[in-house]
């Protein structure tokens, strides 16, 4: 599906933002581990989050939809197989964290998924698992992964890199093995899996960026799934760079560990105000409202890099409309994502007219430009790139056409009709 993007003469009204797809993940899988009934409101309808309903079907749990976004997980007879083969699709998630989960069951199973998550790194979570005793099969440590699984050690392992998907696969490893397991990374990543445990009555203890689990049984419990800061993400910075904006962003996650984003558009001087901050299942929610606002460009790098690292595609276009040169460090693991997120943002952003320079971690862009658009973009399968493109294209001179549009699907398939109903059109 094409579709264009074209000069919007603002952002009016309000939003709800659909649930996070890291803490729906999550609460599917968690749900299968607890063996009981649990119900699950307001769960991701996004593809990579079905994946991870459809892997949790093949382990024996049974799924209903007893509402629209609200799931009744029944995981009495999960594990009785002793072969499995689960489909993670585009979702990297479900792959690594499912490789934690599987590891440590005594059975066989093969996690395969498309062609974008078959090209990305897996040695980040095989080498770990190794050393906890299992055994892979892999493509020189890419996906289609055979795991042996079966009883592990506990580790104290370091973690090369700031990734909530590493720790979060060690930690499911060291939820079924006897002793202590323990995971330190150079920077806190996104902490969904440690509180949503913590909430299960997991044995889990976090101090800073060092997290110890010890073997648990989790207790069946209902959860709730709040809107996804990184879908919220392409709002709040159409709502700064388009002239004449006033939006408000409702039931947005506000989990410090994912605030990047809002802790950098205020530093470049964002009309932002959180309104209504409340606790729902251990995790922070609250509704943003932005303003059209004057931007200056600052340097992102170091520990905040994991807290908006899905984030910096749109960050780019922000940078756009800032004052100064934006700099963006630190942030080689965004060549692993669903795209090389560098590269295919610095090549479709110049096609717009965009004034943008590739670095080895980042990118560094002048502002502030005048975009003139008028050309045809592409996303590589990566619905954070087609998003971003889109909000560019509300900004540019002349309309943006977006190839294969229908990428967006994979977390926010609502994404086109909820800007389309805020965004004013000229004429
Ligand atoms: C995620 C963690 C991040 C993020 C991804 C979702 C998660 O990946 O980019 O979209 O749900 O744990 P890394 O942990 O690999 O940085």
Known sequence: MNIISEKSKGLRGSVTIPSDKSISHRSAMFAALTGGVCEIENYSLGADCISTLNIIKELGAQVDFIGEKHLKINAVDVFKKDRYKLDCGNSGTSMRLFSGIMASREAESTLFGDESLSKRPMKRVILPLELMGAKFKHND??????????????????????????????????????????????????????????????????????????????????????????????????????????????????????????????????????????????????????????????????????????????????????????????????RNKESDRIKCLVTELRKIGVDIEETQDGFAIEGKQNLKGAAEVECYHDHRLAMSLYVAGLICEKPVCINEFQWVDISFPEFLPLMQAVSVKLN
Do not use: W
């Open 141 to 334: 440590y890419k996906a289609p992964l055979i795991i042996q699984g079966g009883e592990l050690f506990p580790i104290d392992y370091k973690t090369p890199m700031a990734s909530a998907q590493v720790k979060s696969c060690i930690l499911l490893a060291g939820l079924n093995t006897a002793g202590e397991t323990k995971v330190t990374e150079p920077y806190v990543s996104r902490d969904h899996t440690e509180r949503m445990l913590k909430y299960l009555d997991a044995d889990i203890v976090t101090d800073g960026n060092v997290t110890k689990i010890r073997k648990s049984k989790l207790t069946p419990k209902n959860l709730k799934v709040c809107g996804d800061i990184s879908s919220a993400a392409f709002f709040m910075v159409a709502g700064a760079v388009v002239p004449d904006s006033d939006i408000i962003i409702q039931n947005v996650g506000l989990n410090p560990t994912r605030t990047g984003i809002l802790e950098i558009m205020l530093r470049m001087g964002a009309d932002i105000e959180i309104l209504d901050k409340r606790l729902e299942c251990n995790e922070e929610v609250g509704d943003i409202r932005v303003k059209t606002s004057e931007l200056k460009a600052v340097t992102i790098e170091g520990a905040v890099i994991p807290r908006l690292i899905d984030e910096l595609p749109v960050i780019a276009v922000l940078a756009t409309q800032a004052e100064g040169t934006t700099i963006v460090k630190d942030a080689q693991d965004l």
